[in-house]
């Protein structure tokens, strides 16, 4: 999908997200478990974004992150445990209560 590539990570399962609106591109979701990696883009750069927070057993949740832009993708590095389930919740606001998707995924 759009030429994206993932370094091998034995234990790990990425996950790449699109999310449209109308059929239009509007953000991307990536989780890349070499590095435990969390992207986020704002392709349609149109004011609007999406958030995403991440859970595992032994971290809880993490802090609610954002993308800045489709030219500066959001990313955050995280410290998993190899082979740790990872739940990914998209949402439509800041405060993480209203939920586009789920998504999982293992660091």
């Known amino acids: 999908m759009d030429d994206t ?36 883009y704002d392709t349609a750069a149109d004011g609007d974004t999406v958030y995403v927070r991440l859970r595992t057993a032994t971290h809880g949740w993490s802090a609610v992150f954002c993308a800045t832009g489709a030219q500066n993708p959001h990313v955050v590095d995280f410290d998993f445990a190899e082979g740790e389930n990872v739940l990914i919740e998209v949402y439509d606001n800041s405060d993480a209560t209203d939920r586009i998707a789920s998504f999982s995924a293992r660091a």
Do not use: M, Q, Y
């Open 5 to 40: 590539c993932f370094e091998k990570d034995t234990d790990g399962e990425v996950l790449k997200a699109e999310l449209r609106n109308g059929g239009t591109l509007v953000s991307k979701v990536e989780f890349h478990p070499n590095g435990e990696k969390l992207w986020i």
